[in-house]
T-cell receptor, first 117, second 114 residues
């Protein structure tokens, strides 16, 4: 079966713009979580969704938002981009309820590499 | 605030050696997850632990809840084990964190030389 699919894989945006990233979980998975990875901060938890509801949220400003659709696909949006938002954005999905990483198995997408110039 | 420390940061070993990677944390937890990240960014889930020990192939993960410490062991290491290993800690609700406080270690960069 298909794995977790993130689109696009690479993206270049200008400061001040906004961006939307997409994550399609494995079929049947209802929990989706999002993470930001930078060389300086490493991996950081953004938020996670289950049944179209945000269940947990990390310590990021309100410019970072997300949503989940009825088919479990999720999107995250970053508004008013800053240079520091340049990062690899990863999503993960699991069959069980969140936290995604409290499930025995969690599956990650390949990530979207966002560069803000 | 949940502090997560991984050691060592970097480890180079010869093929066949026994490898140990450590993860220490500062708050009560409900679970700890070990992840493997290969060059290019792909992350693979290895183990979720809430107590005791788990084994899968040449990989063994243990956790000591009282000592707030987990270890990941690789037996008979192989060059394909070369990757970054990351622990993720999910605080328990009564530790003041909850799942919102999910915190990652900085990772251990492992290189296995043939």
């Amino acid at each position: 079966k298909a794995g977790v699919t993130q689109t696009p894989r690479y993206l270049i945006k200008t400061r001040g713009q906004q961006v939307t990233l997409s994550c399609s979980p494995i079929s049947g998975h209802r929990s989706v979580s999002w993470y930001q990875q930078t060389p300086g901060q490493g991996l950081q938890f953004l938020f996670e969704y289950f049944s179209e509801t945000q269940r947990n949220k990390g310590n990021f400003p309100g410019r970072f938002s997300g949503r989940q659709f009825s088919n479990s696909r999720s999107e995250m949006n970053v508004s008013t981009l800053e240079l520091g938002d340049s990062a690899l954005y990863l999503c993960a999905s699991s069959w069980g309820a969140p936290p995604v990483l409290k499930n025995t198995e969690a599956f990650f997408g390949q990530g979207t590499r966002l560069t803000v110039v | 605030k949940n502090e997560v420390e991984q050691s060592p940061q970097n480890l180079t070993a010869q093929e066949g050696e026994f490898i140990t990677i450590n993860c220490s944390y500062s708050v009560g937890i409900s679970a700890l997850h070990w992840l493997q990240q290969h060059p290019g960014g792909g992350i693979v889930s290895l183990f979720m632990l809430s107590s005791g020990k788990k084994k899968h192939g040449r990989l063994i993960a243990t956790i000591n809840i009282q000592e707030k410490h987990s270890s990941l062991h690789i037996t008979a290491s192989h060059p394909r084990d070369s990757a970054v290993y990351i622990c993720a800690v999910i605080p328990s609700p009564n530790s003041g964190g909850g799942a919102d406080g999910l915190t990652f270690g900085k990772g251990t960069h492992l290189i296995i030389q043939p």
